[in-house]
């Protein structure tokens, strides 16, 4: 049995990462040990027996909160206002729709506002409302979607967790930091500079330490306290950044990056989307330049979705798990949106885990272990060790799962920020391009681009996308089309510099947005079986770049 830090299906993660932990507030010896291994723990929890390709619908509707909404209102909609936790509107109708739900606790999802306003509006952010209703939740999306200033709906959901030579005496046991050739890596960068936000169940230090633990934020608690009651973040934060070359425990990819920690997981591990939201603006707006995502679920979630593309259209790299579930034709949310880096989990032989999601939206694989092995022989499950701290006790424990493996990513991304490479495109090239091909050659769905190789990375001398696409003139690099919720799509493009969006439909559909971005996005409704074909383009300094997508309601 194993570790299991990602939502998976059905499963709830209470309890999964407390087993093998015991005692209170007792600090373990840092004394290295032969075969008995006395402070290192192999953790354990259920994970999927065999593959399946997605998830299925009661499984998704099981992470809704009961009774708890997001909505986003259309550009230009009047702002409603809230009341002792009631919603009003100048627009009448929109009123009469939100009194016939029983609307109550609304409040704005970002209570804090993003600092950067003009982006903030063109995303939305500000137009984003959490309430709860007692309705049926068929006829809550149903009136709220059928309202034409409102853009969308869609139900709160849980969100769960996702896993020189030194002389820090664990380290022989970091099969994964072998893996990746890490202390050759080092020889370029040990990460100084680069700041990496830990968006999970908080991070706590121990006696291992980082090389600097930044204030950070609590959305779970609303507080200025982000300790972990969990053990999964600061087993994360560990892989990103322990310190190394101190004597004590083990070595993170990038142990002189320093960590920002935000906690949006309970003790538990379970959260929902409208706390991650907040956590990634949060870190975008206090100086993150990489945010790790180790959780995740099956089910989109809109709110989350702008959010990264906050921290993309401002530079932060974000760097998401695709998911524990073994499926083998579905990748977890966040890691399936367009920003985000997604990242599966292979074992100490570098096969793709039992566990790991597989999917057309991998980016690639990093070391997530499997516990159930001992390929090295060295007596012990071939997980992911780290120093965490679970019910008061702080041990080395070895965990598993893409929770494991996206923190050695996020790393990666940490230690080529530190070397100059800051634009979130210029980081995912070098690391796609120069990734060990795993399985078919080139990209395939179960290892994406390869195993990340962070050697190969530091040396990449690539032309990098940003640069290139200032001299190669406005261009639209892709386009895509989801679904929402009845009669509503989200039709998107990426183009190759910050631009204005502008879509035109033929049905009458007409959007302006002046605020330069790359990633476009734009809520689009009709009715069944209706077909529309929308013109999407961008223009920047008189140059403008145009495309056609095709939607049947």
Known sequence: MTNRPFLLGTLALSALLILGCSGMNKKTSHKKKSRNHADLKVMESNLPTKRTKKPNSTAQSKKHKKHEYVLKLRPGAALPKFLKGKVTSSDSSMTSTFSKLGMTDATSVHGTPPKNKALSNALGLDRTVHFRSKRPQDEVIRRLTAHPNIEWVEPVVEVNSAGITPNDPYYEYQWHMHQLQITKAWETTMGQGAVVAVIDTGVTEGDDGFYKLLPGKDFVEDDNKPDDMNGHGTHVAGTIAQQANNGIGVVGVAPKASILPIRVLDANGSGNNTWVANGIVWAVDHGANVINLSLGGPMPSEVIADACQYAYEQGVTVVAATGNDGFTDFVGFPAAYEPPIAVGSVAS?????????????????????????????????????????????????????????????????????????????????????????????????????????????????????????????????????????????????????????????????????????????????????????????????????????????
């Open 349 to 553: 032989d570098k096969s793709v885990a039992f566990y790991s999601n597989q999917g057309r939206e991998i980016d690639l694989v990093a070391p997530g272990g499997d516990v159930t092995a001992d390929l090295d022989g060295d007596g012990l499950g071939d997980g992911v060790v780290q120093q965490t701290i679970q019910n008061g006790t702080w041990d080395y424990s070895f965990f598993q799962g893409t929770s494991m493996a996206t923190p050695h990513a996020a790393g990666v991304a940490a230690l080529l920020y530190a070397n100059g490479v800051t634009h979130p495109d210029d980081i995912k090239n070098a690391m796609v391009k120069t990734s060990d091909d795993l399985g078919k050659k080139g990209w395939d769905s179960v290892y994406g681009n390869g195993l990340v190789n962070p050697v190969k990375a530091l040396a990449f001398k690539g032309s990098p996308p940003s640069v290139a696409s200032a001299k190669a003139g406005l261009t639209i690099l892709d386009t895509r089309k989801r679904a929402l919720s009845d009669g509503r799509v989200a039709i998107g493009w990426k183009t190759n510099a910050a631009a204005s969006t502008v879509v035109r439909g033929t049905d009458g559909t007409k959007v302006s947005k002046a605020t330069k971005i790359r990633l476009h996005k734009v809520t689009v409704s009709g009715k069944k079986g209706e077909k529309v074909t929308y013109t999407v383009g961008s223009m920047l300094d008189g140059k403008k770049a145009t495309k056609k997508i095709t939607v049947t309601f």
